[in-house]
């Protein structure tokens, strides 16, 4: 099998991968349904049926993670997912797989405040990894069939294969698109949609929704909501991530058990106030499409209760997604605005914030509006699109995945990903602590301002380098040349100083910055070295990337026993 990407056979088995991937998150997608029909039902009869329900639905799959998965963490699959694709190359334990995917059911089955695509994805890309390893394909082939299996698994979860397929494509980076896994991703979701449709029905999650025309008014203030949920996607993952800090905070003080159990008590007391703040959310959605009456207070305390409910679900003890919950604080984003404006076509905004704030959220475009197109009709693909444009940018860098790079990377950059990611899940706290100046080499090597080029030239030839930064009498840097670039010119030029055309802007930092804005500056400009100034301005040294490798590796590795 090591030999078959560019056959038929490799095809037949990613499609068989999709399958069997869409099989498994299938089933878990129906012991949710049935657990959340006994969720309901009891809730319905008695309110306080929610107190119980939630202590399981935290407690038993945060202590069915800790007593069988190989990896003791619970929280959102698709941190998981990412996780394997940028640290393991889409190798993923397949007990964990199970483990993890069962817990996320229960989670969501029971009230917890999260999605079912988490614990989908995670189960796609499990089956996909144990079959790579089991049929010993080819390893730079193994983390583009994970990231199809993930798509199966979402593809057949929601019946939306176009949806599941841009999702493969945009999750992994920030700014970029993993192109080389679309045909996969192609091939394992369609049938994986397939079967989801023969198991589950055709009918969309959110039922048909009637055709309405498209006016300008509507893409203005498509466009306005959009930013509106470019800010919301500011807040929610500001949340997010000082949720997890406390939860880490928490833990330190008082132990695992006492954050389960105020995991627990919060999503109970969340669903005293508001059933519809608990549970995946799609009883929210129906309600809010089907025209439900809802007061502007009422829906904002739910929108706050859900968000709130859903950081704290992930990152205190339940298992579970962040795509959904999104969709639904962006749908009741979308009808509070549509009461502001006094708009009849509600739906429309519905459609529209669902698609924004997932944008802002987890930097995917096309998703988003694949989404909306899938679930709720055509007609919303261009306001969802226009509005998730805005919302991307409006929301700058900020994500749920701390393990989503902007972009893709290339030779020293891409090793120097690869090991951050790692620092970034072993000790994020220590990444924070280390200086510019503790790990940079004083007294670099430089050119200064009216070198020849033949100069320039010796220079790099006896220092055996291919980048230095030119400075002025008063060593403040002006520049960067490379080898490459002198290389460039023109043999007749070699008597003349350098010339400005040739330089570029280094990245300069001062002494005191920490070592993650460090590696995040390099990975982000994909450059190999910056250099360090002091608080004149004045150069005092340089930082490559086997330097910042090096002391991430001697944060992350264990130290020997003396």
Request: hydrophobic letters at 50%.
């Amino acid at each position: 099998m090591s030999r078959f990407s560019d056959n038929i056979t490799y095809y037949v088995f990613v499609g068989i991968t999709g399958l069997l991937a869409a099989a498994l998150a299938i089933g878990l997608y129906i012991v949710y349904t049935e657990l959340w029909q006994i969720t309901w039902s009891a809730s319905s009869f008695s309110v306080f049926t929610i107190i119980p329900l939630s202590f399981a639905a935290i407690g038993l799959p945060y202590f069915l993670v800790k007593r069988l998965a190989k990896t003791k963490t619970t929280g959102s699959g698709t941190h998981t997912v990412l996780e394997a694709y940028h640290l393991t190359n889409g190798e993923v334990n397949f007990r964990d797989t199970f483990v993890k995917s069962v817990a996320g059911m229960l989670t969501i089955g029971f009230g917890g405040s999260a999605g079912p695509e988490g614990p989908s994805l995670l189960a796609g890309g499990g089956v996909a990894s144990a079959l790579t390893k089991r049929f010993k394909v080819k390893h730079d082939l193994r983390r583009r069939i994970f990231v199809a299996g993930a798509a199966a698994g979402l593809a057949a979860t929601f019946r939306t294969p176009l949806t599941g397929i841009l999702f493969a494509l945009e999750i992994p980076y920030k700014n970029d698109l993993d192109r080389e896994t679309f045909i996969e991703a192609i091939v394992a979701s369609i049938p994986a949609y397939l079967l989801s449709v023969a198991v589950l029905g055709a009918e969309p999650i959110f039922g048909t929704i009637a055709s309405t025309p498209l006016t300008l008014d509507i893409i203005g203030l498509s466009l306005l909501l959009g930013s509106i949920c470019g800010l919301y996607s500011v807040f929610f993952t500001k949340t997010f991530d000082k949720m997890s800090e406390y939860g880490v905070k928490l833990r330190e003080k008082y132990g695992d058990t006492a954050v389960v159990v105020l995991c627990a008590s919060s999503v109970a007391l969340s669903g005293l106030i508001s059933i519809y703040s608990i549970g995946v959310g799609l009883h929210f959605v129906s309600a809010l499409i089907s025209g439900a009456s809802f007061s502007i207070t009422v829906l904002i305390a739910v929108i706050l209760l859900k968000t709130i409910i859903t950081t704290t679900t992930l990152n205190w003890g339940g298992s579970g997604g962040l795509f959904f919950p999104t969709i639904v604080i962006g749908a009741g984003l979308g009808y509070i605005f549509s009461l502001v404006f006094n708009v009849n076509l509600s739906i429309m905004f519905i459609a529209v914030g669902m698609a924004a704030l997932l944008a802002g959220t987890h930097k995917m475009l096309l998703t988003p509006a694949a989404f909306v197109v899938e679930t709720l009709g055509g007609l919303f693909a261009i306001p969802a699109l226009l509005a998730s444009g805005i919302s991307f940018v409006l929301s700058g860098n900020h994500s749920f995945y701390p393990l989503q790079p902007r972009t893709r990377l290339k030779n020293e950059a891409l090793a120097l990903k690869r090991f951050y990611l790692r620092g970034l899940k072993v000790a994020p706290d220590a990444l924070k602590q280390i200086t510019a100046s503790e790990i940079m080499t004083e007294s670099p090597f430089v050119l200064r301002k009216g070198t020849t080029v033949k100069d320039a030239l010796q220079t790099f030839k006896e220092q055996d380098l291919r980048v230095m930064p030119v400075i002025d009498e008063s060593n403040y840097i002006i520049g960067m040349v490379s080898l490459e670039n002198l290389g460039y010119l023109d043999v007749g030029n070699h008597e003349l100083e350098l010339p400005e055309k040739i330089m570029r802007q280094p990245i300069i930092i001062k002494h005191n910055t920490r070592l993650n804005t460090i590696a995040e500056s390099m990975m982000d400009n994909q450059e190999d070295d910056v250099y360090v100034v002091d608080d004149t301005s004045q150069i005092i040294g340089v930082i490559s990337v086997i330097d910042v490798i090096k002391k991430i590796l001697e944060l992350v590795e264990p130290k020997s026993p003396s």
